[in-house]
């Protein structure tokens, strides 16, 4: 009896299209050696947001927006029939070095969240089919654009690091 009772408490054995979505979400979220997005963002000082670097081709807020807008665009593409690209490179970079208005680096962040949460959800729905080719897109599929932008982000939220260390303000 007792063996009976410990079998119907076991989980079924996961697939393998269930692993490599948790697999998939864990990496977006800044699993494995990834700086999480909220670690590299948070606390960052206001002062600092517009801050040139010697040698450094960036201030905290082009990556940001960069990554937000790459980050809609790559959403955009893989649930929109009717996406329409953006034009490289001009549109996927802000045109100035700082946010103009204090709030607007909140509400980056809050979309950058947001739309990675939205990437998250699509990977990690058992409907959507990772491997499918997404309509018009050559090939891709929503397994290739959440590793872009899981691998974007890896890149970017570095030089965030890299910069924050530069600037004297990361602890990490």
Not at 40 to 65: Q, Y
Not at 127 to 153: C, F, N, Q
Request: aromatic share 8%; proline share 6%.
């Amino acid at each position: 009896m007792a063996k009976t009772k410990a079998k119907a408490k076991e989980k079924p054995p996961k697939g393998r299209d269930e692993i490599l979505r948790e697999h998939v979400v864990f990496l977006l979220d800044g699993g494995g050696a990834h700086v999480p997005f909220d670690d590299a963002v948070a606390d960052w000082p206001k002062p600092l947001r517009g801050n040139r670097v010697a040698g450094f081709p960036h201030t905290a807020w082009m990556l940001l927006e960069h990554m937000r807008i790459a980050q809609r665009d790559i959403l955009d593409f893989s649930r929109n029939r009717d996406y329409i690209a953006l034009k490289w490179p001009e549109a996927y970079w802000p045109a100035g070095d700082a946010p103009e208005e204090a709030a607007e680096w909140e509400e980056s962040v809050q979309a950058c969240r947001a739309d990675l949460d939205a990437i998250k959800a699509l990977v990690a729905n058992p409907k959507t089919d990772l491997y499918a080719e997404i309509p018009g897109s050559e090939g891709k599929t929503i397994l290739r654009e959440a590793l872009l932008v899981a691998d974007h982000h890896a890149y970017h939220l570095g030089q965030l690091v890299a910069l924050r260390r530069m600037l004297g303000d990361w602890e990490g």
